[in-house]
């Protein structure tokens, strides 16, 4: 892949995009522009369509970054009378926990290790525990770790138990499978600049046709109204406020890349290519993993720290930027450690060359990787 001088952003989203997706964002387009509206239209049918949700869902689009869709779904979803259950095994779950405190709805939250997927059996007992329980708020794949939580047993169980599901499936749409026809799942909330390959800037949430036709006037927020925004779009074919116009181009063009690549499968193929190269050549330098391989997404992965005084995240990571990669720093409460995603328009050669840039580095700063006695820190 030709991608100039720029570096590789081995973090995920932003990240690294095709030079077609950049080349996408060269022109203007007017928001009441008929062929602007065209591509809205036609990024609506083709996500919904990547999870198999033609028959009984709707996407809504919306400006912002991801962070805005999750926090709208939730305004729009969950009345303010109901109570959402949060497993909670990272940043991005806890961050679903600070959105309900600030939309005042009631939250119990299932706490978890950082290293643990949620399984089906406690979130029945935290159910049981609590009746007052209307929604589950799950995120697919907590991107703070790499960890993957099994999504296809929550939709049952939410199912059986007629619970609203709303999935934060950021990081994990398009590349991991996810079909809505087997049912139990409310919303999932995505955004463009993950797993797609877009650019930053918008977000989009699917939606049960049946579940937001009953939420009008619910939302706390005008701007992230889910309701307001799709009646405007079905009535005029525009986004109510100004749209991310380039984003949004460059989406499309990120889309029939995707298409083109062989969809969500060639994606989450070529994305576990990078991953297990990743993971090998890490390992060959003495870097070890933080999840276990089962729980191990293969779209981000946590390393652990190497155990040696001369380690400075911040001289490691200009280290290996001035190098031509770009790393992403730790994000978890319970162990030091940095980031390398394996995601965008990347294959097996820039994963091969990363990690010799990372070995070259190491070698240079003179760290010693061993690994560590402990695996996790005692949480507090
Ligand atoms: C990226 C991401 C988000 C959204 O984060 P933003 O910074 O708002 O884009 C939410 N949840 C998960 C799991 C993510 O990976």
Same mark, same amino acid.
């Given at each position: ?14 990240l ?10 060269l ?9 602007f ?9 083709d ?30 979803? +969950?009345p ?6 949060v ?12 959105i ?24 029945e ?5 609590e009746?007052?329980i ?9 991107t ?8 296809d ?13 709303i ?22 909330v ?30 706390p ?23 991310p ?29 990078n ?11 003495g ?7 089962e ?6 992965v ?14 490691f990571?200009a280290a ?24 965008g ?9 990363a +990690?010799?840039?990372?070995?070259r ?8 990787v ?11």
């Amino acid at each position: 892949m030709i991608l100039g001088n720029d570096p590789i952003l081995l973090t995920p989203g932003p990240l690294t995009t095709s030079p077609t997706t950049r080349e996408a964002m060269l022109r203007d387009w007017g928001s009441w522009d008929g062929a602007f509206n065209q591509i809205t239209q036609s990024l609506c049918t083709d996500l919904v369509d990547i999870v198999h949700g033609q028959k009984d869902y709707v996407c809504v689009p919306l400006q912002g970054s991801g962070t805005f869709a999750v926090e709208a779904a939730l305004g729009t979803l +969950v009345p303010r009378d109901g109570c959402v259950l949060v497993p909670n095994n990272g940043a991005y779950c806890a961050r679903i926990v600070r959105i309900l405190q600030r939309l005042a709805i009631a939250c119990v939250e299932l706490p978890l290790r950082e290293d643990e997927p949620v399984t089906a059996t406690a979130l029945e007992q935290a159910l049981a525990r609590e009746p007052r329980i209307t929604h589950v708020a799950q995120v697919h794949l907590e991107t703070s770790a790499g960890l993957l939580n099994p999504l296809d047993d929550i939709a049952a169980l939410c199912k059986r138990h007629r619970k609203g599901l709303i999935v934060d499936a950021m990081s994990s749409f398009g590349a991991l499978p996810i079909d809505l026809r087997t049912g139990g799942i409310d919303a999932l909330v995505s955004a463009s600049g993950k797993c797609l390959e877009g650019v930053p800037g918008m977000g989009f949430v699917i939606v049960k046709r049946s579940v937001l036709d009953a939420c009008e006037g619910r939302s706390p927020s005008l701007a992230l109204d889910l309701y307001d925004q799709h009646a405007y779009l079905k009535k005029t074919a525009q986004w109510r406020f100004t749209p991310p116009t380039h984003v949004a181009a460059a989406l499309r063009s990120a889309l029939d890349r995707f298409v083109a690549e062989g969809g969500q499968r060639a994606r989450g193929a070529r994305y576990a290519r990078n991953c297990a190269t990743l993971i090998d050549g890490m390992h060959a330098l003495g870097f070890r993993t933080f999840l276990r391989a089962e729980a191990q997404a293969p779209v981000i992965v946590t390393f652990h720290a190497p155990d040696d005084p001369k380690w400075n995240f911040a001289d490691f990571y200009a280290a290996v930027r001035e190098a031509g990669y770009v790393l992403y720093p730790g994000k978890l409460t319970q162990a030091d450690t940095f980031r390398v995603g394996c995601i965008g328009a990347i294959d097996v050669n820039e994963m091969h060359n990363a +990690v010799a840039a990372i070995g070259r580095t190491v070698e240079r700063l003179g760290i010693a990787v061993q690994p560590r006695t402990t695996r996790v820190k005692a949480s507090a």
